[in-house]
């Protein structure tokens, strides 16, 4: 049967594995080497080496950008995941219309980020304009408007990764933690907590990369404004790359520390989480 296996795992890989190469790998290595280069198309290019990376370093823009992103993302890890997991032990318990609720609150997931940024922009604007202005008019409104957008966006993701982690929690350590006297806190810090921890390392690690990679429901919910207090970083690039003409090199050196910098990141949460891990 293992022979068998090896011998048509090939033929099953292949596809895969072209669809990676040609829609990813190649485009990345691509992005790398453009990054050293001014160019207007790809077969027009000049060798700079690292003056575009210099030029964004130097762009108070982007720097402008990485603060809003490093923020927001930190803010977003503590609302998305405090919420989702008070929610799982919510729905994890035996109430009517358990399955409806789960599936109310997964239920922004499914909808797409420009759709849930435009939708999200008529609510909110609709009630800020009882004061007479809308969640532009400050970046203070924007940040949290997006905060607010992220967390009402993927709470029913992760909800459901800790729902699953809680429900996978043996009950005989349950009742012998309540046999020894624990109460609801000490049972939830000390028991269940540590079982739970490979979906919190599951549910952070998604959240973190998320929310840092946020693009399509920034574009539709400030767009940056006001003058650019409310811009993340994919949407820095973005506006780099095809709104200042001669940037494109720039554009893609900041595409390659954005990659660097969430890859950095998302690696050293992993390590911190994992740590903590135990075994049921």
């Known amino acids: 049967m293992y022979k068998r296996f090896y011998r048509w795992f090939p033929v099953f890989v292949l596809p895969t594995l072209a669809a990676f190469t040609v829609a990813f790998l190649i485009p990345f290595v691509m992005g790398i080497w453009l990054s050293f280069h001014r160019f207007t198309t790809i077969k027009n290019t000049h060798f700079v080496g690292w003056e575009n990376y210099t030029r964004a370093f130097a762009d108070e823009g982007f720097m402008g950008s990485l603060r809003f ?8 890890l503590i609302t998305v995941n405090l919420l989702a997991f008070v929610l799982a032990l919510a729905l994890t318990r035996r109430l009517r219309g358990v ?4 599936g109310i609150f997964f239920m922004p997931n499914l909808i797409g980020g420009i759709v ?4 999200f922009s008529l609510l909110v604007n609709g009630l ?11 970046a203070t409104y924007g940040f949290w408007g997006l905060v607010a957008l992220n967390t009402w966006q993927l709470t029913g993701y992760m909800m459901v990764i800790y729902i699953a982690g809680l429900q996978n929690v043996p009950s005989s350590l349950v009742e012998a933690a309540a046999i020894d006297g624990a109460g609801a806190f000490s049972t939830l810090w000390h028991v269940k907590l540590p079982l739970v921890m490979p979906s919190i390392t599951i549910c952070t690690f998604l959240t973190l990369t998320n929310s840092f990679k946020m693009f399509d429901q920034n574009l539709a919910l400030t ?8 811009q993340g970083l994919a949407l820095d690039i973005y506006n780099t790359f095809y709104g200042r003409i001669g940037w494109q090199g720039v554009g893609q050196a900041k595409a390659v520390l954005f990659f660097l910098l969430v890859a950095a990141v998302a690696g050293i949460q992993l390590w911190l989480t994992r740590r903590r891990e135990v075994d049921a």
């Open 69 to 76: 992103s490093a923020l927001f993302t930190v803010v977003s």
């Open 99 to 102: 399955n409806l609720f789960r």
């Open 116 to 119: 849930l940024g435009y939708v």
């Open 128 to 138: 800020l304009g009882f004061w007479g202005v809308d969640i532009t008019y400050a």
């Open 223 to 230: 767009a940056g404004a006001p003058e650019r207090q409310t």
